[in-house]
């Protein structure tokens, strides 16, 4: 409605249709320019979004590699959405830079169990926890990890 205010706008895609990164380019750039927005919320999980904020923060491809590998829309159309996004956000201020923020289930164990690795501290821990992140590190470094080895991991977490 003319003159009001909102306070959100939603984009939909279907999934595996193409995405019209374009639309949601403008709408973002223009939100941010004159609504001070800073935060994209997108229909993935936790991982996924800290992968992506790990991508626009270093620029590794490593870490779009892995939140785009099982994407249930349209990876291509989204690797070129992100890329314009670090593109933007590195001619801005840290203070205005756009973030990423997941809000769904997350959909990749493989995902899941590399964000936890990636998250580990760098002090020294427990005995019991070094015991869990020394078999996550195992797990991440394995090449043989199927989908239903690292539920299996992620399950023991659960307890």
Known sequence: MPGEDFSFFFLAEEHWL???TDLQWGFLHHLHQ???VRTLVVESGYSFSF???QYLETGSETWLKRALYDLPICPEDMWAFYERLRA???ELPPSERIKVAG????Y?????VHTLHA???KKALTAGVREQVIALQVLVESEESDEKVLRRFLRQWDR
């Open 34 to 36: 004159h609504a001070g």
């Open 103 to 106: 809000i769904d289930l997350e």
């Open 119 to 121: 998250m580990l501290p």
């Open 51 to 53: 992968h992506i904020n």
């Open 108 to 112: 990749s164990p493989l995902l899941v």
């Open 18 to 20: 193409a995405i019209i």
């Open 88 to 90: 933007f956000n590195q």
